[in-house]
């Protein structure tokens, strides 16, 4: 059997990080940059209030108590260019307005009155003395011209494509978007909305794939279902392969006598079939056909899953130039979890790691916890459907209950 880390460097290293294209922000989150994002304005742009309230001379409010007279207003936007704040005065400010002429401080008006309760009234009074430079954010202080604001290598985020519009960039270049196909394999899978007759099943794989692929923010691309069918499959494994940056099958990977997908891979292309030491989704078919990777994913929909997830997943995160995209974290697994059966065959250890599908909660101060989420077999979607991580049992043993566990958080 093959390691599972030597399994998963072996798919990773199958690809490589693809091209770069230039895009507009709003539509680069997820992707990576390739350039700098370097300023090239101020920002803020201007001396600008932090606070509604009024702005003063600091020096007219040494002390509790100074009362001024009101000379007008000034909201965020344009500085209106005839309002001077002189000895004595105190204008109503707006937070990000300009600073006007004269003000060099800003007092935020919970800590202020004015005579009659009307800001355009005459006078205001304020509790505290104000010292100079209070409530002003400063041109430049988030960002100087020449700053690099992103390096290149970040994975944007919202935050990032905020910042890189704040600066004035319009576009971005970035790792192209990685364009995954799919497709399933089998003569007993239905696509069509009909009852099923006997020995039939829905392809559920390849909808929970495609929604897989997008999750990590990959271009999702239904190549369709084929049956077991050399000439079919190898014609849609082709056509996969000219169209995209990486192929991902369904089936035909194990040792059944359809299991086509192996024979056609290792006929097209370089290919290596391994067993890899976990459970589930021990068959692993993965290999390139021209330059592009091709990874066979087993059939059992929860293999399906689990195999996505600890090799296409990091593959797909290689060609967008992003790391390893699952988290693990250990949690404390509070009923344990039940040892395999299969935990010693024929007397031998075995030497896999069972991937277990828990529901992780973590309470308010963050402390994880997990549940297996039900039956374990590999057929059982439905408690991969409720479950949020897959915890790690080397060898099949049990986990007594309060013991904890490295989970591998769905993605
Ligand atoms: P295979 O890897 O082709 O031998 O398939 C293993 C098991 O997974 C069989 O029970 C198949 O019927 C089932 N299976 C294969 N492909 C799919 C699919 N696309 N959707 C749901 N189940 C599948
Ligand atoms: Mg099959």
Do not use: Y
Not at 218 to 230: Q, W
Request: proline share 7%; charged share 20%; aromatic share 2%.
């Amino acid at each position: 059997m093959t390691p599972l880390d030597e399994a998963r460097s072996f798919v990773v290293g199958l690809g490589s990080k693809l091209g770069s294209v230039e895009v507009p922000v709003a539509e680069a989150d997820g992707l990576v940059l390739v350039e700098d994002v370097v300023a090239s304005e101020l920002v803020p742009g201007d001396d600008n209030a932090a606070m509604d309230g009024w702005g003063l001379r600091s020096a007219d409010a040494t002390e509790p108590g100074a009362t001024l007279r009101v000379v007008g207003r000034q909201m965020a936007g344009v500085a209106d260019p005839g309002l001077t704040v002189g000895p004595g005065e105190a204008v109503r400010i707006m937070t990000g307005a300009p600073i006007p002429a004269g003000v060099d401080a800003v007092e935020m008006v919970e800590r202020t009155s004015v005579s009659d309760g009307n800001d355009r009234n005459e006078a205001v009074t304020f509790e505290l003395s104000v010292p100079v430079g209070q409530f002003i954010r400063r041109a430049g202080e988030d960002v100087s011209p020449g700053q690099r604001v992103l390096p290149a290598g970040t994975r944007l985020t919202p935050a990032a494509i905020g910042v890189a519009v704040s600066v004035g960039r319009r576009r971005v270049t970035v790792v192209r978007r990685p364009r995954v196909g799919v497709v399933s394999t089998g003569d007993e899978l239905v696509t069509e909305d009909r009852p099923l007759r006997t020995g039939e099943l829905r392809d559920s794989n390849r909808p929970g794939l495609l929604a897989a692929v997008a999750r990590m923010g990959a271009e999702a691309v239904d190549l369709g279902r084929v049956p077991d069918d050399e000439a079919l499959i190898e014609a849609a494994l082709l056509r996969g392969a000219e169209d995209c940056d990486l192929v991902l099958s369904s089936g035909g990977v194990s040792m059944g006598d359809a299991d086509l997908v192996k024979v056609i891979l290792a006929r097209l292309g370089d290919m290596r079939w391994m067993q890899v030491a976990i459970k589930p989704a021990k068959p692993l078919a993965a290999g390139t056909v021209g330059s592009t990777p091709v990874v066979g994913l087993p059939g059992n929909p929860v293999s399906s899953h689990v195999s996505f997830m600890l090799f296409a997943a990091p593959l797909i995160a290689r060609l967008a130039g992003r790391n390893d995209p699952i988290l693990r974290l250990r949690a404390t697994l509070v009923d344990g979890l039940a040892g395999r059966p299969a935990a010693e065959v024929n007397g031998r250890v075995d030497e896999r790691t069972h991937f277990t599908r828990v529901l992780v909660e973590s309470d308010d101060e963050g402390v994880w916890t997990a549940r297996s989420a039900g039956g374990q077999g590999s057929h059982q979607l439905s408690t991969m459907a409720l479950a949020n991580g897959l915890a790690t049992q080397p060898g099949g043993v049990a986990i007594e209950p309060g013991a904890e566990a490295t989970i591998l958080m769905l993605p």
